[in-house]
């Protein structure tokens, strides 16, 4: 039976190996995908003559260069900027549109309260806590002190948020018709880790001692003794199960968009086309279009168009350009 | 033409997505919404030589006629995309699926089509991804929203990918700018190997191949174009005119979208054009020309893929660099705007000549003229690049007072402005227009906040969606634009809607007639030549009696 517990131990090693080579691939795999055009989509007044006003807002949505575009995706990334900027469409009002930012919202909530979740569980992988780690949990826990052990608000909120995010793409028609399986796969292995989770806190009450002498065993990669994995709580167990195979998950599911999204050629490229070429790598020196220069082969079949340089253009309509030269290349009213 | 019935109904649909994944085959093809493909004329040209277009293909016949292998093909040119474009390889991984983009698209609001959200619109090219190209979707199935690739599919694809206009108002709203935009262009690119090509753009793609514009113009039907616009000026203003085309040694090259040689209301930009070259020509002595080899500013090619975008604007900095130019000046447009300003410097070589590469040295328009000093391009344009919008130029003129104006001459019409979409999202041009606007007239309003600027709606006709046989989806993705615009003319009184773009002024007139909204279609460049006083040919403000429409300017006391 103890041996068989050991799968525990094991467990993270091999989710994070997987996360890890996972990630790395999609990255390099993506790097490697050329980018022939710069397409930011401008979302602002772009740069133009100085006369014209550019607001802070018009700086990072139309970004002049290199820098505006970080600072761009530094807002789409922390503070999801495009979802900030929704809309809903009311055609039954003459087509009005209204701002909606609900999802922005507990899109925020949910994201950031993971966030401070993952950090505060920095305090079961560190022997002593790192005081910022304490911090937060005393800033998280001051709103819910009353109660015992105090009620930290980002477990709570994240479970609305996720019941929001989950409930529109139950409840509205439009969002259930949009959403896959693996839509709810991913919403649902979190569903299970927070809920599980928060019943270990507040209502079982697990002994964490041995959740931590098992986390601090992990870290430094020294087997836990019989005793403490016989001791891990069954509840523990499915928590911390879901969270290695979450892990494990993300690299082939669409939680990647954390990752992609610093990928996004509308996103980080800066609105500076009229400054600076940018050079397609697969067609640096387009002297002559590619269809006229090689033509589109396909199935080992070649289909060229003809070039049309002046020369050709020239000898095709001869007379009605020599027309126009005899009159000096300049268009009059008739007489 | 598709007859377009008298009310639209607007049905939504929110099927599962076991059912969605079932591709649509041409049976379920509805006129008004599916494009005619391409025939060989277009697409086995020698100047526009598209695989497997030698074959007259019907979309509502069962029988394609696809390649035999067209299965390998789109597997292997699909690899290739993955590899070629960041974009559309990042955009097939990254969505989560959440919906922001869902009732931002014009064609999912006016048709109610679960497949015409942005994200579902995408779904149909995903799923092949996932089943072709990633584990899980292999292994799963349709259980991880995966199918493989058959006919059908390409059926489904081409229904689409053919109802969508480009405009990016959904990758404006995306957490992670994921654009419809490039997985459409990109996938039409792979329908175009093996043979299915919209027949609508290619009619224009092939023409400008072959004569230079999209109209399929020769040149002198171009010049006599150009000449008729000269003598309705002579009318107008009393005064003869005069401009230059193909001229050698001229400091500027001016490309405008073809349409502005013939089409109405953009006529009036293009009168517009001419009076205020004629002015800058007397007064500073700055020579514009046009041409008729690079008689397109617009590209149809961007509709289609990469390598027609490149086909097409190849030849402007081509003919730049035989002119001997300094600088490009462009005309009012739209996607012209996205392919000028995103691709143009990046799909082809520039221009080399001496003039070219001494103006950018120091490109201060005083350079050509000591009385434009002071209007400094390189405050965000270099020689990398080399083109400046008209109306960018026109708000310089006037911020330093170069040109004179007469707002008053525009007191009979109170404009709103449609900024146009490539223009908002794809440039980034807001401003400049409406500096423009409001500096040659009196009367200006503007449209709802979430309908105008970097949010504002297509006027679902852009993309090569401007075809006939599209239109009852045109008068249906144009609701939106139309509901905003009833708002300002109710409220307002607005009697014109002012737009620098030639789909649109093509697009308005049909649909504002359809929706039953009394207001006239124009460009600000029509304004601006209807201000414009022509000083330095000796016009005081006070003598020009008609606008460039013929209509007069103050009524008979």
């Known amino acids: ?335 | 033409m598709s007859e377009v019935p008298e009310k639209l109904e607007i049905k939504q649909r929110f099927p599962l997505w076991k059912k969605w994944l079932k591709p649509i085959t041409e049976k379920d093809y509805k006129p008004g919404f599916y494009s005619y493909m391409a025939l060989p004329k277009q697409v086995n040209s020698d100047f526009f030589k598209m695989p497997f277009g030698d074959v007259v293909r019907e979309p509502l016949e069962k029988d394609w006629k696809l390649p035999e292998n067209w299965k390998d093909i789109i597997l292997k040119e699909m690899k290739d995309t993955l590899e070629k474009n960041r974009a559309f390889k990042v955009f097939m991984d990254i969505c989560v699926r959440c919906g922001a983009c869902a009732d931002k698209c014009h064609y999912y609001l006016g048709t109610g089509d679960p497949k015409n959200m942005p994200v579902m619109r995408a779904e149909t090219v995903r799923s092949i991804y996932r089943y072709h190209f990633t584990p899980f979707g292999r292994i799963f199935g349709e259980w991880a929203g995966a199918r493989p690739l058959t006919e059908d599919v390409i059926k489904e694809w081409y229904y689409y990918m053919y109802q969508c206009s480009l405009c990016r108002r959904c990758s404006l709203f995306c957490p992670y700018g994921i654009d419809t935009a490039e997985i459409v262009w990109w996938t039409r690119r792979l329908l175009s190997r093996i043979g299915i090509n919209q027949r609508f753009m290619c009619i224009s793609i092939e023409a400008c191949s072959r004569t230079g514009n999209h109209l399929g113009l020769y040149a002198g039907g171009m010049a006599g174009a150009i000449q008729q616009g000269l003598e309705e000026l002579k009318d107008i203003t009393g005064f003869e005119l005069h401009t230059y085309i193909n001229k050698k040694g001229a400091d500027a090259l001016f490309v405008a979208p073809s349409a502005d040689y013939f089409a109405t209301p953009h006529w009036y930009v293009m009168l517009g054009y001419l009076l205020l070259f004629n002015e800058l020509e007397e007064r500073y002595g700055i020579t514009i020309t046009w041409s008729t080899y690079a008689s397109e500013g617009g590209n149809f090619g961007t509709f289609h893929s990469y390598e027609a975008a490149q086909l097409l604007n190849s030849k402007i900095y081509k003919e730049a660099e035989r002119l001997g130019v300094k600088f490009i000046i462009g005309g009012e447009c739209g996607h012209m705007w996205r392919d000028k300003h995103q691709f143009i410097n990046t799909m082809n070589t520039l221009p080399k000549n001496e003039e070219w590469r001494r103006f950018w040295d120091d490109p201060d328009l005083g350079q050509i003229s000591g009385g434009l000093k002071g209007i400094r391009l390189d405050e965000y344009i270099s020689g990398e690049h080399g083109w400046i919008h008209i109306l960018e130029l026109v708000a310089a003129l006037i911020k330093h007072k170069k040109i004179d104006l007469d707002k008053s001459r525009n007191d009979h019409w109170k404009a709103t402005y449609h900024d146009p979409c490539n223009v908002a999202r794809g440039m980034g041009m807001l401003e400049e227009p409406r500096y423009v606007i409001k500096n040659v007239m009196n009367h200006f309003y503007e449209m709802p906040e979430h309908t105008i600027r970097e949010k504002t709606y297509c006027c679902g006709a852009g993309g090569g969606m401007l075809a006939d046989e599209l239109m009852e989806l045109r008068m249906r993705g144009v609701m939106p634009r139309m509901m905003a615009l009833r708002y300002v003319v109710k409220k307002y009184g607005v009697n014109i809607m002012l737009t620098p773009c030639a789909i649109d002024k093509a697009q308005f007139p049909v649909a504002v007639e359809y929706w039953k909204i009394p207001v006239e279609i124009g460009g600000p460049m029509e304004m601006v030549g209807n201000a414009l006083v022509l000083t330095a040919l000796g016009e005081k403000p006070e003598d020009r009696k008609y606008d460039l429409r013929g209509t007069p300017i103050r009524e008979e006391e």
């Open chain 1, 1 to 335: 039976m103890s041996e068989i517990m050991y799968i525990f131990y094991i467990l993270p090693y091999v989710a994070f190996a997987i996360f890890i080579v996972g990630v790395i691939y999609r990255i390099i795999n993506w790097a490697n995908s050329a980018v022939p055009l710069k397409v930011p989509t401008t979302a602002g007044q772009q740069p133009t003559f100085n006369f014209i006003r550019r607001t802070w807002v018009d700086k990072i949505d139309s970004p002049s260069n290199k820098f505006w575009a970080f600072i761009r995706m530094l807002f789409e990334v922390f503070l999801f900027r495009s979802l900030f900027r929704n809309t809903k469409y009311y055609v039954e009002k003459g087509g009005k549109n209204a701002d909606t930012r609900w999802l922005w919202l507990f899109a925020m909530l949910f994201h950031y309260s993971l966030l401070i979740i993952v950090i505060r569980h920095l305090r079961f992988f560190t022997n002593p806590t790192p005081k910022f780690v304490s911090t937060i949990e005393y800033l998280d826990g001051l709103v819910g002190v009353a109660i015992v052990p105090p009620l930290l608000m980002t477990g709570v909120i994240a479970l609305v948020a996720l019941a929001f995010l989950w409930g529109r793409r139950i409840f509205l028609a439009k969002e259930r018709s949009i959403s896959l399986p693996s839509d709810h796969l991913i919403l649902f292995f979190m569903a299970v880790i927070l809920v599980s989770g928060l019943l270990m806190r507040y209502i079982v009450k697990v002994d964490l001692s041995y959740v931590k002498m098992f986390a601090l065993s992990i870290i430094t990669v020294h087997p836990p003794s019989p005793e403490v994995l016989a001791n891990l709580h069954w509840l523990f167990l499915i928590h911390f199960t879901f969270v290695c195979i979450t892990i494990a998950y993300l690299p082939f599911s669409k939680v990647m968009h954390f990752a992609g999204v610093w990928f996004s050629p509308t996103r980080n490229m800066p609105n500076d086309n009229r400054r600076k070429r940018h050079v397609n790598p697969w067609d640096p020196n387009p002297e002559v279009p590619i269809l006229a220069r090689v033509g589109i082969v396909v199935d080992g079949q070649v289909f060229k168009s003809k070039k049309l340089d002046w020369n050709t253009y020239y000898e095709m309509y001869k007379d009605q350009l020599d027309e126009i030269a005899e009159n000096n290349y300049t268009i009059k009213p008739e007489l």
